[in-house]
């Protein structure tokens, strides 16, 4: 695998994680009467379900209709087919996996582990 391969396999997997629960609506903190109510890691807004605490169904109805996160999915698990199906193309012999991948990476042209020479 390149270090462009892994790089934005790396941000792909950041961004399903980032619309998993966060830790305070887990069930355990539910459970153990923690009392999770607070602001959304992703937006800020404050998240509660109109009870003392919010359950992971209120951060999953919020990531849903304010983050999207159906769509976001998807365009993750597209993003890692598109770069399967290039990187197959490749070792077949074909010679245009360098310049798309570099393409699907400048969204993160601002993390700190962005190679600039991925720059197209």
């Known amino acids: 695998m390149s270090a462009l391969t892994g790089f934005l396999l790396a ?3 950041d ?12 069930v355990e903190s539910v459970r153990d009467g923690w009392g999770s109510r607070g602001p959304c ?7 509660s379900d109109g009870t003392e605490v919010a359950t992971e169904a209120g951060w999953y109805d919020h990531a849903e209709h304010a983050h999207r996160r159906r769509f976001v999915l998807a365009e993750c698990e597209a993003k890692r087919r598109i770069i ?3 990187t197959e193309h490749d070792r077949l012999g074909y010679d245009y996996a360098g310049p798309i991948l570099e393409l699907l ?16």
């Open 11 to 13: 941000r792909i997997a």
């Open 15 to 26: 961004e399903e994680r980032r619309l998993d629960a966060p830790d305070w609506v887990s």
């Open 41 to 47: 890691p992703l937006c800020d807004a404050y998240l």
């Open 84 to 86: 399967e199906t290039i």
């Open 105 to 120: 990476a400048l969204p993160y042209a601002d993390h700190p582990d962005y190679d600039s020479a991925w720059r197209v």
